[in-house]
C-alpha cells in the first residue's frame, strides 16, 4: 500500500492519533489528497515525523523538592 492514513501513521509509531495530526502539522507535511475529511499520506511521513518532539507530560518533581516541601524551620 502507497498510502496512510493517521490512524495508520499513529499505529506504525505507536502514538495516538492526535499526537500524530500534531506531529504532522508541526513537520508542516500536507496529505498527498484528501478522501472527504480524511488526509492521504505518503508512507515516507513515518519516518519524517518519528523524532518530532510532542510536548509530553509534565515532567515529575524531583526527590528533592518534594522532600523541602513539608520540612518547618
Request: net charge positive.
Amino acid at each position: 500500500m502507497n498510502e496512510m492514513t493517521i490512524k495508520e501513521i499513529s499505529e506504525a509509531l505507536s502514538i495516538t492519533q492526535g499526537a500524530a495530526k500534531r506531529r504532522l502539522q508541526t513537520s508542516g507535511i500536507k496529505p498527498l489528497k484528501l478522501i472527504g475529511q480524511t488526509g492521504i499520506y505518503d508512507p515516507s511521513v513515518v519516518e519524517a515525523i518519528r523524532n518530532v518532539p510532542g510536548k509530553g507530560r509534565p515532567k515529575k518533581a524531583g526527590k528533592e523538592a518534594q522532600s523541602g516541601a513539608g520540612e518547618e524551620i
